[in-house]
């Protein structure tokens, strides 16, 4: 409080001359003025940004729009202003361009320059405009904001300059104006802004969340140049737990991912989980993984090998024999089967197509080794899901199955892609990921033969595995995070075979840049301890190990031929005609 004044308003120096010049200074270009860059160089000269911004803006042709942006983008970085700067490159269109001004600004050192007129930068001391011209300031704003209400027109406004710019005691305007909206109009609309804000929290459960990757891309390339890493909801997709849809958007040049969303929370074992229904969230790092990978122009596949060693095998073939004239006892099956592991000893573990340091990459390794611990009996399935071994049910005289390795691996599990007829909507429609087997023969040197084939046992755990994955997810959440890599190399493959990203002008100067958006690595997992176990059936003692991996094809699925075009326009009105004006300039989801 000043006396009985309240204070309506602080004006900054640098807002308050940005601002008269914008009111005063950017008109535009008529006849006789000079160009429009000679313009925006002059008040670029006197440390003018805020009309030199507003004169680029009315460029009309986007090429010299964005040109123009980006001196005044420079021009602000080298007086000092890095976060003016960033906000003057967050209106450039092209992704390129603004990719290379944000770098150049990000060179900037911070402070500026020598300034012949003084201090440092163009615009002085403290490296912004030159001194506010508060005489005009106040001039403006009483010959134009109710003129009549202020001191010296005979009301009770004052108006008078402040060390860090204009206090404006408008206790007469205001006070009057607030009385009669409190129950009006205002309250309607703040009620209403209330409800809204409500609706837009992107931690609400929405069934259909729809996530710009190019609006993502950007305010996170943004962030990065301000010195802003990106904040919990980008992380997380904005909740996103499937992707369901690939939805494209030529005249706004957006690329969107959409499926249900809600809000999180960190659950068991550190994962990020949806705060209802537990299933993991979609998370960034590993979008921009596998995007990286798939729009590279490499192989499509990826994945992962648990692989024993060939040397491994030999000497646990060697061990098994030697045991098999004798018994082995209960009281001592435990330290028998220690022996037996230790022959096997460590199996090699090989992630192609991704890099091994990544969190995707380990996602794929656990996913599949946490399996094999259930196929052996080693980590409790789910109703429905019995391991192998426990499978194997002999009558008086039969035998079991020789000594082999089994092959157990994860792949894609979809049932159709569909599209609408102009392709600008897909639909993705499956479980994911399925099980799949084969039975290995051994050499007696440990070499391990393919035959194609699967035995019935084996092939019943897979098949079992599969048809209870949802209730598997529920319990182990790390295989409904392999299921979110899956839906994130579908997706990134139909970006790839559709072209995608060339039919909107997106060209990934950050997400598709190692440099320009690193992602968190660690150490690469290079061996595991052997997944064996044993069972003692009819007296004898029957030894199971295992092999196999991930393997990932996802172009194979969506090749023109293989995506279902729709004959009725369902898809097309799922999709929203026009991807909506975000509310705010850096909103990059919406529902």
């Not at 049932?415 to 994911?432: P, S």
């Not at 019935?456 to 897979?462: D, E, Q, V």
Request: a neutral charge; hydrophobic letters at 40%; aromatic letters at 6%.
């Amino acid at each position: 409080m000043h006396g009985r004044a309240t204070y309506w308003r602080w004006l900054g120096a640098g807002l308050a001359a940005g601002w008269l010049c914008c009111l005063l200074g950017a008109q535009p270009a008529g006849v006789g003025d000079p160009p429009l860059e000679a313009q925006i160089q002059a008040h670029l000269q006197a440390g003018e940004f805020a009309p030199a911004a507003a004169l680029a803006q009315q460029a009309a042709d986007p090429h010299q729009r964005d040109a123009l942006l980006g001196q005044v983008a420079m021009a602000q970085a080298q007086a000092g202003g890095r976060d003016a700067a960033v906000r003057s490159v967050a209106e450039i269109g092209d992704d390129q361009a603004r990719a290379r001004i944000l770098a150049q600004v990000a060179a900037q050192p911070m402070g500026g320059g020598p300034n012949p007129q003084g201090g440092n930068g163009p615009g002085g001391a403290h490296g912004g405009a030159q001194a506010a011209d508060f005489d005009s300031l106040i001039d403006l704003i009483t010959s134009t904001v109710a003129p009549k209400s202020w001191e010296q027109n005979g009301g009770q406004g004052t108006i008078a300059p402040f060390p860090t710019g204009v206090w404006v005691d408008a206790q007469g305007v205001l006070r009057p104006l607030l009385k009669e909206a409190a129950t009006g109009d205002l309250a309607a609309l703040r009620a209403a802004r209330a409800q809204r804000e409500s609706q837009d929290d992107v931690r609400r459960r929405s069934p259909m969340r729809m996530v710009s990757l190019v609006r993502l891309e950007k305010q996170i390339q943004l962030g990065l140049a301000a010195g802003r890493q990106p904040d919990e909801a980008m992380q997380m997709l904005a909740g996103l737990r499937r992707i369901r849809y690939v939805f494209v958007y030529p005249d706004s040049g957006d690329l969107v991912l959409a499926g249900p969303a809600g809000d999180w929370t960190v659950g068991a074992e550190g994962r990020v989980l949806a705060a209802d229904s537990g299933e993991p969230v979609v998370r960034l790092e590993d979008l921009v993984v596998v995007l990286r990978h798939m729009l590279s122009g490499a192989k499509s596949e990826f994945g992962c090998l648990i692989k024993p060693r060939q040397e491994a095998l030999a000497r646990a073939q060697e061990f098994l024999q030697q045991w098999s004239h004798r018994a082995v006892r209960a009281e001592g099956r435990k330290a028998w089967l220690e022996q037996f592991r230790a022959q096997v000893g460590k199996q090699d573990i090989e992630v192609y197509g991704l890099d091994p340091r990544t969190r995707a990459a380990r996602i794929l390794v656990e996913a599949d080794y946490r399996m094999k611990l259930v196929g052996m009996g080693l980590e409790e399935g789910v109703p429905g899901v019995t391991s192998y071994l426990n499978l194997i049910q002999l009558g008086p005289g039969e035998k079991p199955p020789a000594m082999g390795v089994l092959r157990w691996w994860f792949t894609l599990n979809y049932d159709a892609v569909l599209t609408a007829k102009d392709r600008l909507a897909f639909e993705v429609r499956g479980q994911g990921v399925q099980v799949e087997s084969e039975n290995e023969h051994l050499t007696a040197r440990g070499e391990r033969v393919h035959t194609g084939e699967s035995e019935p046992l084996n092939r019943k755990f897979a098949e079992s595995f599969t048809a209870h994955f949802d209730a598997l997810c529920h319990k182990y959440p790390i295989y409904a995070e392999l299921r979110n890599v899956c839906d994130l190399a579908l997706a990134a493959a139909l970006l790839r075979e559709e072209r995608l990203p060339e039919r909107i002008g997106w060209h990934l100067t950050c997400f598709g840049d190692p440099a320009g958006y690193p992602v968190e690595l660690s150490e690469a997992p290079k061996e595991v301890d052997t997944v064996a176990n044993c069972r003692v059936v009819n007296r004898t003692t029957f030894v199971a190990g295992v092999s196999g991996g991930v393997w990932l094809q996802p172009v194979k699925l969506v090749q023109r031929q293989a995506i279902e075009v729709e004959n009725y326009p369902r898809l097309g009105t799922t999709r929203p005609a026009a991807a909506p004006k975000p509310a705010a300039p850096d909103r990059w989801w919406w529902d």
